[in-house]
């Protein structure tokens, strides 16, 4: 064989190796892709605590939920009683004529209040008293979960009065409705007609005291006008007492009739002495006699004009007298004036503040219940179970989730 025909052999025996080595690769690859099978699962330590947990955390607690409700927890019955503040208004013929201005509205109405006191201490305080809540309350002897114990201060009282009576209050509308519940469905009509009850008290209390307030300056106002009254007529009492003149105006009226007579009586004799001067002679007696009557008439006339400069031993003048009296004739006529005015305003605010009177209208009375509707079991129960399967599923996977991140 020539060296060409074995060069030749060898190299297409070199080729058919090389091929053979890259099908057995290519061959081990296609295995080493190939999915190796599993073995058989098995029951391991971590399913194991997954499902203790469950039964812990979730199915442990939800059984002891349905055993309490079936087993201990007691029926509640449920009162319902819904009112509104109602306020009647009638407009009055002053303010039609321009007279006493209406009485205005406080900033919080009284449904707002109302709806706090339910609420408050004081209305809980006042029922365990009337009702005596505590026994009421602690009836079950065996719900401890649900029943309240009597011997708790009234601070808890207050807390168990929130889960016992539910308010729903519509702010637009002013209207108050209440769920009352009670281990008895007479002690749920008795709790929520006692509410009713205070409230209605309260609203009396609070509309006569907005008609108090309403009425109190017109009040204020007339009895500074009777004590300015009284006042100026003791002083004028006083006045008459001290100086024995009932009205200077009279007694000036009748000096000055007295003056006048006078001044008359003086001008005819005066007339009569000229005359008596023209005709008869200077021996004539009637001149001497008419002489002494001008003289008697002007000394009675200085005597009277004496009086009207003075008074009595103190020797006050008449002219000061009238003016006192005068000025008091002028502050009594101004305090009967202020009295009347004071009179017809007070009159005009008591009547507005009587026809503004606020009152508590009920629109659902307190219901007796038949049948027991509370506490909701099933309700409950479902919400409990729930939450406990979200907090422990939660739990579960935050829990491998850092330990396979730990891993």
Known sequence: MSDSNRQTTSKNKMTSENMQVKNSSKQEADYSSMPIPSGKSRFKLRHFVV?????????????????YFNARAADQFSSTVGFTVRQEETSSGLDILGG?????????????????????QELVAKLNKSLNLKALYSKPENDPI????????????????SRMV????????????????????????????????????LINRLSAIAQSDATRFAKLEL?????????VRQIISKFRSDNLIVDPNVDLQSQMGILSSLQQQLAEALIEQDLLDKTASRQDA?????SRKISAIEARIAQERAKLGGSGSENVRFTDLLTTYEEMRVDLEFAQTSYVSALATYDSA??????????????????QAETSQFPKRGTITGMITFFLFLIWSIGTLVFYSVRDRQA
């Open 350 to 367: 008591l009547s507005d503040a009587r026809r503004k009177s606020r009152y508590l209208a009920a629109y659902i009375e307190p219901t």
């Open 100 to 120: 006493v201005a209406s009485l205005g509205s406080s900033g919080t109405s009284d449904t707002d209040i109302l709806f706090e006191y339910i609420q408050s």
């Open 286 to 290: 009637r001149k001497d006699q008419i």
């Open 51 to 67: 499902l203790l947990s469950f039964i812990l955390f979730v199915a442990a607690p939800t059984a002891v939920c349905v055993w």
């Open 146 to 161: 649900f029943s309240f114990d009597p011997d708790d201060p009234i601070e808890d009282l207050v807390r168990y009065w």
């Open 223 to 231: 009895d500074n006008a009777v004590d300015r009254l009284k006042s």
């Open 166 to 201: 539910k308010i729903y209050y519509d702010s637009s509308t002013q209207l108050i409705e209440l769920q009352v519940l009670a281990f008895s469905a007479d002690d749920a009509t008795r709790i929520a007609q006692e509410i009713f009850n205070e409230s209605s008290l």
